[in-house]
């Protein structure tokens, strides 16, 4: 081989080296856990079908839950435009529910909806007032039963399911339905909540699952993904 083919081989193992890193890069999807323990679930049976697969005209994605037949709890970051630093209007707003590989049961527009005081869009999460209490244009049918949020305090240890449409898998109803609470850090207008989760970008306003005796209820919402944790807000009264 001549001096000339080796330099020339050299450096396309060089490039094949730098595109294996990039990609893997692209790849990463922060929040997902290296034992990833996420299934699918089916989205037209309960308790799934009271998840909502939120969409905006700019878009955002993001995941919700339905608290009551009019009533959709998700994070309040999923509403916010960075681009113009301002809050979304209703009219942006699309709640579908059923959704799997691009085609959903049901869509509702939204009428109005309230933010927890004091969020701050331009201000690195987490924050406890990230959270927004949808209302939709028109009810939910009754085959689908809205999950109540516990009245049960979030405590270390405790056993959770996280369920949403994560990125990596955007078309899918994902959950984790074997992880657990760990750190709890009671904050001036909440309660921030570490979890081991495997969930990433998309999961933001997925409920914090926990099974009573009537079934699963909500006790949090997911506001952020980590490689070191993920963190949640323990489920604010808004009913």
């Not at 904050?187 to 990433?200: I, K, N, V």
């Amino acid at each position: 081989m001549t001096r000339w083919c080796r330099c020339l081989a050299i450096a396309a193992l060089t490039v094949a080296a730098v595109g294996s890193a990039l990609a893997q890069d692209a790849l990463h999807y922060p929040g997902v856990r290296e034992t990833d323990q996420r299934v699918i679930v089916d989205p037209g049976e309960p308790p799934w079908n009271a998840i909502a697969k939120i969409q905006t005209n700019v878009g955002g994605r993001c995941t919700g839950v339905l608290i009551a037949p009019t009533i959709v709890l998700t994070a309040a970051h999923c509403l916010y435009n960075r681009l113009t630093h301002a809050l979304l209007q209703p009219v942006s707003l699309h709640v579908l529910l059923g959704y799997q590989r691009g085609a959903y049961r049901w869509h509702r527009l939204v009428t109005r909806y309230k933010i927890g005081e004091g969020f701050d869009g331009n201000r690195p999460p987490p924050q406890t007032a990230d959270w927004a209490r949808i209302e939709l244009a028109e009810a939910v049918p009754k085959v689908i039963t809205p999950l109540a949020i516990t009245q049960r305090p979030p405590v270390s240890g405790m056993e959770i399911a996280l369920t949403g449409y994560n990125q990596d898998r955007a078309q899918l109803l994902m959950a984790d339905l074997h992880c657990h609470i760990g750190v709890v850090t009671p904050r001036p207008g909440g309660t921030l909540l570490l979890h081991d989760c495997s969930a990433t970008r998309g999961t933001s306003g997925g409920p914090l699952l926990i099974r009573e005796s009537d079934g699963w209820v909500v006790i949090g919402i997911n506001i952020a993904a980590g490689d070191l944790a993920n963190v949640a807000l323990a489920a604010p009264r808004v009913n």
